[in-house]
């Protein structure tokens, strides 16, 4: 995938300071955004403006969930606590406290979200009746990533002592932990061919072969300067994205593994800080980054396969 790049479209300077997530909102064309300043903004990324702030919590929001289907944004705050906001209504419908520490991230799950905790634990919720089901012990340090398998009926869990941990999906069973990094376990993704990506504060990427009893990185990359924060895969273009600590994002061919673009100050006009978070959109090939720089940028990468 020669000619692979990046330009960037739009550059929104909203936030009053870190923006730590970014999700789609209700059209591909808009994402909300979050971070330290406890705004909760909403971007119209294909006209290049600003929509009224959808609400304002107080503290910093590290993660963020939207489900769709219930007009609802789940916000992970720094202080443990989730906050349930209607879109519609643009008011807090519900607030849990689950946990003791911040939220670092949030995934639903066949009507089932799971919340990682900075005290260690993940909770369960259930998105009809909005009750806790249940919150368990799944490390002594914070919990980074969540991800939930239907095919392996597992749930994946990376976390700051630097062990991957999977457990039995329904009755949460231990079943299998390894080191997969010096100091954190940051991120985490599923591959084609059982394979799992991992990514850590050591700024490494490993590949590990879950079908392995004895867990031996399949190959490590030194990937980044710093922290890698989140790495997520787009397979009908053949790529997948990590972005760091070091201020870039890059751009990986799926099979090969190497760079195809690096998206950088000195590069493109990227971010002066760590990007702690980005989504991209295969279909409009849009890519939006966020950084502790306050900044919100709008990127079109170019080159990509039309699959």
């Not at 991957?164 to 061919?193: C, M, S, Y």
Request: proline content about 3%; charged content about 20%.
């Amino acid at each position: 995938m020669a000619g692979i790049g990046a330009e960037k479209i739009i550059q929104f300077t909203g936030h009053a300071g870190a923006v730590y997530a970014v999700c789609a909102a209700e059209t591909t064309s808009t994402v909300f955004t979050a971070g330290s300043d406890g705004i909760i903004a909403r971007w119209d990324i294909a006209g290049g403006v600003s929509k009224s702030a959808l609400a304002r919590v107080p503290g910093p929001v590290f993660s963020m969930l939207h489900l769709r289907e219930k007009a609802q944004l789940w916000l992970g705050r720094d202080d443990g606590s989730i906050h349930v906001i209607d879109i519609r209504a643009q008011k807090e419908v519900k607030l849990l406290k689950n946990h003791s520490k911040g939220v670092f991230c949030l995934i639903e799950f066949e009507g089932k979200v799971f919340a990682g905790g900075g005290d260690g634990t993940v909770s369960r919720i259930n998105t009809e009746s909005l009750q806790t089901e249940l919150v368990f012990q799944a490390s002594s340090e914070k919990v980074r990533t969540v991800l939930a398998d239907k095919n392996t009926n597992s749930l994946f869990i990376a976390s700051a002592d630097g062990y991957v941990r999977i457990f039995e999906l329904d009755a949460l069973r231990p079943l299998k932990q390894w080191k997969a990094h010096e100091n954190a376990a940051n991120t985490l993704l599923l591959l084609p061919g059982n394979t799992l990506l991992t990514g850590g504060r050591d700024a490494h990427l490993r590949f590990w072969d879950l079908n392995r009893d004895e867990m031996v990185p399949m190959k490590t990359i030194p990937a980044h300067n710093y922290a890698i924060y989140k790495v997520e895969a787009y397979p009908e273009v053949g790529i997948f994205m990590s972005c760091s600590r070091d201020k870039t994002l890059k751009i990986w061919d799926m099979n090969t593994h190497e760079v195809l673009f690096r998206i950088s100050l000195q590069t493109a006009g990227g971010h002066r800080n760590s990007v702690n978070s980005f989504l991209f959109d295969a279909e409009t090939r849009r890519l939006v980054s966020v950084s502790d720089d306050s900044v919100v940028m709008v990127w079109q990468i170019n080159g990509l396969p039309n699959n």
